[in-house]
């Protein structure tokens, strides 16, 4: 029996302003929601070439040594540790990342190695942003909110934030990736490289989001479940 698949949407009848399209696209985010808390986008806005240049930049920065890495870690003032940084080694969460506020925030800290990686991360950045606030539109319809609701509630956008993350390989003793988890803001969007990884419970059991060319993962958040008294409900882990 074939494993379920995560709903994948057609995002470019929002684009071209195709009504028939955008209702049939509506109905499967929100039976997504409802039946996953998840769905993914293609035809998004996000070229995927520039998608692939951060992933093989990310790959590049990640297997510098730590004393190279290290040389872009966290201001102590940040809210969030922008830069790069590593799971606390008690952490049952194995990885290591790059996190980033919007482009211009004081408490973005680059890379200066590879070339070009500062540039492809604002890029990259700038066009989720866009991305996100289509499917944020998106969704408040689907809901049933108010107009402008989620863009209201989530008018400062200066918290927004990216991650490129690396999940170390596991060993006989200890596995990788996240602990089941929710996360806890609106909206999350996620690409995967070929390895993939994510997984999402669904009536108890854990359905691989298997990784596409061109497709994002859009993952519906603690804040809208809260919103929807937990009609919207997801767990996902990352191995």
Not at 108 to 123: A, C, G, I
Request: aromatic residues 10%; contains cysteine.
């Amino acid at each position: 029996m074939a494993e379920p698949l995560i709903p994948t949407v057609d995002l470019s009848p929002f684009t071209k302003n195709d009504e028939d399209g955008k209702k049939k696209a509506m109905e499967v985010i929100t039976k997504a929601c409802s039946e996953y808390g998840f769905f993914q986008i293609v035809n998004h806005g996000v070229p995927i070439n520039l998608l692939q240049r951060a992933l093989e930049l990310s790959k590049v920065f990640f297997e510098y040594p730590s004393d190279e890495k290290l040389k872009s870690s966290p201001a102590s003032n940040a809210p969030l540790p922008a830069g790069y940084n590593t799971q606390p080694q008690q952490s049952p969460d194995k990885n290591e990342y790059l996190l980033m506020f919007p482009p211009g925030s004081t408490f973005n800290v680059f890379p200066q190695n590879p070339p070009d990686f500062k540039r492809v991360l604002e890029d990259v950045f700038s066009k989720l942003r866009e991305t996100g606030l289509l499917v944020e539109t998106i969704v408040n319809q689907c809901l049933g909110l108010p107009p402008n609701f989620l863009k209201e509630y989530n008018h400062d956008r200066s918290w927004d934030f990216m991650v490129a993350l690396r999940y170390f390989p596991a060993t006989e003793s200890e596995n990788n990736g996240l602990t089941e988890h929710e996360d806890s803001n609106c909206i999350s969007l996620v690409f995967q490289d070929e390895a993939g990884g994510l997984e999402v419970r669904k009536d108890g059991e854990w359905i691989p989001v298997i990784p596409a060319k061109g497709t994002l993962v859009v993952n519906i958040s603690d804040v809208i479940q809260v919103i929807q008294h937990h009609l919207f409900f997801f767990v996902i882990k990352v191995t």
